[in-house]
């Protein structure tokens, strides 16, 4: 039995190189997918930013809310076909920038598209959207003859 403990360290490289600044810009890439994003993120070069969604279920609908800060209620447009809702809109710049030195942007402008499915049950046909102050927020009513089609199956054994 072997009774040395090897030392963790972090091989990556330190964040000032070339290297250590694309591997921490990987890193937080890989940690983004799977976390929800606050407003509109960007995904990197050649991708537009990515509106933050929720969807809640309540007892009479679903509650989808979208942030959306900085877009205009005419830069929204939604649709819904097969069960998959789809946002698309686009963040303009307005400014007019005439100092061209800034050191850092961090703003994202550009289209964006989003596309959510819906639970089974979720009436396409009974959607009521509202925007206001930046926020999308759905309410989408349940079909209940869809929600009493659902049934348990027993699993028995052999």
């Given at each position: 039995?072997?009774?040395?403990?090897?030392?963790?360290?972090?091989?990556?490289?330190?964040?000032?190189?070339?290297?250590?600044?694309?591997?921490?810009?990987?890193?937080?890439?890989?940690e983004d997918v799977g976390r929800p994003a606050r407003?509109?993120?960007?995904?990197?070069?050649?991708?537009?930013?990515?509106?933050?969604?929720?969807?809640?279920?309540?007892?009479?609908?679903?509650?989808?809310?979208?942030?959306?800060?900085?877009?205009?209620?005419?830069?929204?447009?939604?649709?819904?076909?097969?069960?998959?809702?789809?946002?698309?809109?686009?963040?303009?710049?307005?400014?007019?920038?005439?100092?061209?030195?800034?050191?850092?942007?961090?703003?994202?402008?550009?289209?964006?598209?989003?596309?959510?499915?819906?639970?089974?049950?979720?009436?396409?046909?009974?959607?009521?959207?509202?925007?206001?102050?930046?926020?999308?927020?759905l309410a989408i009513a349940k079909d209940q003859r869809?929600?009493?089609?659902?049934?348990?199956?027993?699993?028995?054994?052999?």
């Open positions: 039995m072997n009774d040395i403990t090897p030392i963790a360290r972090d091989p990556s490289p330190a964040p000032e190189t070339p290297f250590g600044w694309l591997r921490h810009e990987i890193d937080r890439l890989f407003g509109l993120t960007h995904l990197g070069a050649g991708f537009g930013p990515v509106p933050a969604v929720e969807l809640v279920e309540r007892e009479e609908d679903y509650r989808l809310t979208a942030e959306l800060p900085g877009v205009k209620e005419d830069d929204v447009d939604l649709s819904i076909t097969d069960g998959v809702l789809t946002l698309k809109g686009e963040k303009h710049e307005n400014e007019e920038r005439k100092d061209g030195s800034f050191m850092l942007s961090e703003r994202r402008y550009g289209a964006f598209e989003r596309q959510i499915r819906l639970p089974s049950d979720a009436d396409a046909d009974k959607i009521d959207a509202k925007f206001k102050k930046g926020v999308l927020t869809k929600a009493q089609q659902a049934r348990k199956i027993p699993v028995n054994a052999g």
